[in-house]
């Protein structure tokens, strides 16, 4: 019996996605639940798997093609799928002696051209070329097309510090997105930064404190975010132009608070949403962060986890950022940014003493929020983080 392979919901608001890659070929064996391929959209990562057991038969689309959701992908003829056979092995007195083996496919030629890109691939299936006598040159030991056909005139691959100056890679589906909408963010908001800073002293006091008390209580490490999360919660409940949006010509005012975390992935930026951020406690934060930053790396967010988001706060100080201006993520009206902490001297009741101290910024949407609520915005941010007490009663 045959069954379809159909492309699935993708999500709210999402139609089309990239056929990224085809872990099994026409012929092959598959048994229910294998991954079959995988989809990419201008969000997440999806991965079709087998419904029933049986054989590959066809696939309709290729990799590096648009599909919509309900497309047919291929085709499988559900049966019994059949054990290998071993070969059995030759007798010892039989073996040649003087004849050497035939060269194999190194795991290192398959890795470069399982890593190469569609076009490539296709060649190489086209030509027949043996693997093992192509010498990638391009990134990571990738092979070129170019290094197919000098394989196929009996030529020897250039090495890789002479190999082409320039490379094209269609960009993803993700990527494509992250352009565009960080593009119409600053074609449409009226994008304003303001700048602060902040002695991280009170809070790795704090935390130094109860850290491991903390971490054996709930299971969890306690971070910086969670404190920089509450205290932006208490400056959005204040200042609720921040945490509101421009629809048309009216105001969406939100009297709630999804916070949204810029999470840097090998795929791209991602920004999953911590829904009604401001009923969670510490503990709920740093577990909610922690679980949605480790599907993020993994490309395993769903499309809820990454919609809905009504303030965004990005850490480029991860990365060793000092200052930077973040651009909005539409339609928000506001994004708060924190760089590295680096010690510095500092003026304290008239003497100049050492302090780990953070730049933050505010970037935000004119349009909707004036400059004195951004810099309010901003100095509640230092309050409650150089006080970390206040967060604790609400102050």
């Given at each position: ?19 990224a ?72 007195e ?50 070129t ?7 196929l ?36 908001a ?35 975010m ?59 934060i ?12 993994d ?81 509640r ?15």
């Amino acid at each position: 019996m045959s069954n379809q392979i159909l492309v699935p919901s993708l999500g709210e608001s999402v139609a089309e996605a990239t056929v990224a890659k085809w872990y099994k070929a026409a012929g092959d064996s598959v048994t229910k639940d294998e991954i079959l391929v995988e989809l990419e959209t201008d969000k997440v990562t999806l991965e079709v798997n087998a419904l029933v057991s049986g054989t590959l038969t066809e696939i309709k689309v290729g990799e590096g093609d648009n599909v919509g959701v309900g497309d047919l992908l291929g085709m499988i003829e559900e049966g019994e799928v059949a054990a290998p056979v071993k070969a059995p092995e030759a007798p010892k007195e039989a073996a040649p002696v003087a004849s050497a083996p035939a060269a194999q496919p190194t795991p290192a030629n398959i890795s470069g051209v399982e890593s190469s890109g569609p076009a490539t691939r296709k060649l190489v299936a086209e030509t027949g070329v043996n693997a093992a006598n192509i010498s990638g040159s391009g990134k990571d030991g990738r092979v070129t097309k170019g290094d197919v056909l000098n394989a196929l005139q009996g030529g020897v691959s250039p090495a890789a510090d002479s190999g082409p100056r320039e490379e094209r890679v269609k960009m993803t589906k993700l990527r494509q997105v992250i352009a565009k909408r960080l593009k119409d963010s600053q074609n449409t908001a009226a994008i304003l930064t303001t700048f602060n800073e902040i002695d991280m002293s009170g809070v790795m006091e704090l935390r130094a404190k109860y850290k491991d008390q903390f971490e054996k209580s709930h299971g969890v490490k306690l971070g910086f975010m969670s404190f920089f999360t509450k205290a932006a919660i208490a400056a959005l409940k204040e200042l609720p132009a921040v945490n509101a949006e421009i629809d048309g010509d009216e105001i969406v005012y939100k009297n709630y608070c999804n916070i949204g975390m810029a999470v840097g992935t090998p795929q791209g930026l991602v920004v999953p949403v911590l829904k009604d951020a401001d009923r969670m406690s510490f503990a709920d934060i740093e577990k909610t962060i922690a679980a949605l930053g480790a599907k993020g790396r993994d490309g395993k967010l769903s499309m809820e986890e990454l919609q809905g988001g009504t303030f965004t706060i990005s850490n480029g100080g991860v990365y060793g950022s000092l200052l930077s201006t973040p651009i909005i993520n539409p339609p928000q009206s506001g994004i708060l940014g924190l760089h590295k902490i680096e010690d510095r001297p500092m003026v304290v009741n008239g003497e100049v003493k050492v302090r780990p101290m953070m730049y933050v910024a505010l970037s935000y949407d004119h349009r909707i929020i004036d400059g004195r609520e951004a810099v309010t915005f901003l100095v509640r941010i230092k309050e409650n983080i150089e006080d970390p007490s206040r967060l604790l009663f609400d102050l």
